[in-house]
T-cell receptor
Framework: GAGVSQTPSNKVTEKGKYVELRCDPI?????LYWYRQSLGQGPEFLIY????????DSGLPNDRFFAVRPEGSVSTLKIQRTERGDSAVYLC????????????FGPGTRLTVL | GQQVMQIPQYQHVQEGEDFTTYCNSS?????IQWYKQRPGGHPVFLIQ?????EVKKQKRLTFQFGEAKKNSSLHITATQTTDVGTYFC????????????FGQGTRLTINP
């Protein structure tokens, strides 16, 4: 079946602009996670959704970052007033129930802020 | 700050040699997962360990979870070129928490 998909695969923007990154989880997966991965580092947790609600947003670095999952499926990560330090690969993952489930990662969106 | 540490950061071996990566946490983990990320790819789940002292094997891969649930290791016997990639451990620091804290990974390269 189809895996987790993310669009766009690459996004180049200018400092100060607004960007939206989209994640389509595996159908039926209730848990959805966003991570950020910088070069040579492990994924860094940003936010976790269980259904439509953000169950844990403790990893969002500041109030420029926001994520939604209005219908409990597709999620959008929104970054306002982008900064050069936001450049990274943004990974989305989903799992059937959360808990101790394995997480299925998407291919990521590479964000470059000039 | 970084709460899950992995060593070494890089490891280069000859094909056929063994490889081990170590993961250490400053706090007790409720469980730990291991992922593999091929160059240019995304992390792919390998295994999960939950119990103190647990050992699991997958063909040439052996995973261990320490007795104190603060450390873990992944050992690959007789590496093959298909083992190339970065191996990450990821732990849950608090019982019931959903947040996974990833180590910085060990990048394995292999000389055929």
């Amino acid at each position: 079946g189809a895996g987790v998909s993310q669009t766009p695969s690459n996004k180049v923007t200018e400092k100060g602009k607004y960007v939206e990154l989209r994640c389509d989880p595996i159908s039926g997966h209730t848990a959805l996670y966003w991570y950020r991965q910088s070069l040579g580092q492990g994924p860094e947790f940003l936010i976790y959704f269980q259904g439509t609600g953000a169950a844990d947003d403790s990893g969002l670095p500041n109030d420029r970052f926001f994520a939604v999952r209005p219908e409990g499926s597709v999620s959008t990560l929104k970054i306002q007033r982008t900064e050069r330090g936001d450049s990274a690969v943004y990974l989305c993952a989903s799992s059937p129930w959360g808990g101790f489930d394995e997480q299925f990662f998407g291919p990521g969106t590479r964000l470059t802020v000039l | 700050g970084q709460q899950v540490m992995q060593i070494p950061q890089y490891q280069h071996v000859q094909e056929g040699e063994d490889f081990t990566t170590y993961c250490n946490s400053s706090t007790t983990l409720s469980n730990i997962q291991w992922y593999k990320q091929r160059p240019g790819g995304h992390p792919v789940f390998l295994i999960q360990l939950v119990k103190s002292g647990e050992v699991k094997k997958q063909k040439r891969l052996t995973f261990q979870f320490g007795e104190a649930k603060k450390n873990s290791s992944l050992h690959i016997t007789a590496t093959q070129t298909t083992d190339v990639g970065t191996y990450f451990c990821a732990g849950r620091l608090i019982q019931g928490a959903q947040k996974l804290v990833f180590g910085q990974g060990t990048r394995l390269t292999i000389n055929p």
